[in-house]
């Protein structure tokens, strides 16, 4: 019950910081419809949501995963981090196929099926952030041509 209210307090204290850090994000002249600061701020606030369930209403016998798990864990957030610094000097469609596929793989060891996933997601959602909700993505690195 206390390891729950703890890690609610963690998660609550980085919601905090990260919303903290999307009021600094600067928006330009042109920005997109959407807005650079919107998706941190959503993700905040349901991280802050998630920890207030975590320290109001814990688990009265929480059981925490195996080494295995928390080992899966730390390589998706590392992918993930991977990803944030690569979406800029790589464009979207590359560190999306990337993270997507890794992910993929984490979850069902199919090298076939999460390359497959990567690739799928990532131009899905190319198609839907660039012409469904218009934002400004570029696809590839600067000289691809595309």
Do not use: C
């Not at 991977?82 to 993929?104: C, E, N």
């Not at 198609?127 to 690195?141: D, E, Q």
């Amino acid at each position: 019950m206390a390891s729950d209210r703890i890690f609610g307090l963690v998660v609550l204290f980085t919601a905090l910081a990260y919303f903290a850090g999307a009021t600094q994000i600067q928006t330009g002249f042109m920005s997109d419809p959407v807005g650079p600061k919107t998706f941190p701020y959503l993700v905040s606030g349901a991280a802050a949501l998630a920890a207030l369930v975590l320290i109001f209403k814990p688990d009265p016998d929480p059981a925490w995963p195996a080494t295995r798990t928390l080992a899966n864990m730390g390589i998706a957030v590392v992918v993930l981090v991977a990803y944030a610094y690569l979406l800029k000097p790589l464009g979207f469609i590359v560190p999306t196929i990337l993270a997507a596929g890794i992910l993929s793989y984490q979850i069902e060891p199919r090298a076939k099926t999460a390359a497959l996933s990567g690739v799928g997601l990532a131009i899905g959602l190319f198609i839907v952030f660039r012409f469904a909700l218009g934002l400004s993505l570029r696809a590839f690195p600067h000289g691809w041509g595309l």
